[in-house]
């Protein structure tokens, strides 16, 4: 026979088994004494067998619950045990944050001026960076494994995110040294429509297009020459001469490291920098590092809570990039 019994049956069970005594078991569960009776006779009818003898001067355990009581107190004692571990990871999770990114914020102190604005107002929370591969271009929000996240617009499905502006910086090229390109000052991205071009992986979504500015080509499909998920992979690629690639003003010196220069491109639109979080994470600790980042933004405005729009919001509202 199969029986389900709830945790509360067994609680009862061995609260009047340690007690013997209906009354004292009551007031030790702060409930009424007819309702526990109640309970008992209700598991007594799931056992098959009586647990407790009554009569007016005394409770006795049977055999039945003499067998059943260690059992009972094994079990409660570890449903107990998993409610503590449970609130634990529930506590810790209210007072800790993970902060995303695929870039570094770097740009001046961006990381440490808003953890510092913070900390200040939350000092017992616990911030934990984690890098996330150009595979992601939500730097985990879309999974839920970052709270907040320091991306580059456009974000996919970025109706589901919030943000507010880090950094807007001009989009450089970067190349050989070697390139026939590499000699001039500046450079018209109609230049380079016919370059292999180093892009994101398929799974960054619109920010694979818009690294190969997509939008600028008239309809021509960009010649990819090699794909990249990291810093480092686009500095060898660089220097391999696999192809060109677009970056932010504020990354250029991760891949100029010798070999490899970079060069102001007319043309194209600026890149966008963000803090961003999930549009419908309440959560008062994301919602202060939000206002931490706001703040560092213009010092006084704070992110606001509207839907993002796809493209031309003005700075100050959500619309949102990587590299």
Known sequence: MVMDVHGRDLRYFTAVAEELHFTRAAERLYVSQPALSKQIRMLEKQVGAALFERDRREVRL???GAALLPHAQRMVAEWEAARESVAKVVAERASALVVGMSTSPGRGGVLPAIRSR???EHPDTRLRVR???WDDSTAGLADGTSDVAFVWLPLPEQERYRWS???EEPRLVAMAETHPLADRETIDFAELLNEPFLALPDSAGPLRDYW???DARGGKPAVI???VASAEETYEALAAELGVVLLALGNAPLVTLGGVVTRPVHGI???????AWRADDRRPLVEAYARAAAALSDGTRTPTTSRPHAAGCPRGTNSGTKR
């Open 225 to 227: 020459g090699a794909e």
């Open 118 to 120: 913070f900390t200040a």
């Open 269 to 275: 639109s600026p890149s966008r920098f963000v803090l």
């Open 131 to 133: 890098q996330v591969s």
């Open 62 to 64: 049977t055999e039945a």
């Open 212 to 214: 190969l500015a997509t």
């Open 165 to 167: 502006p880090v950094a």
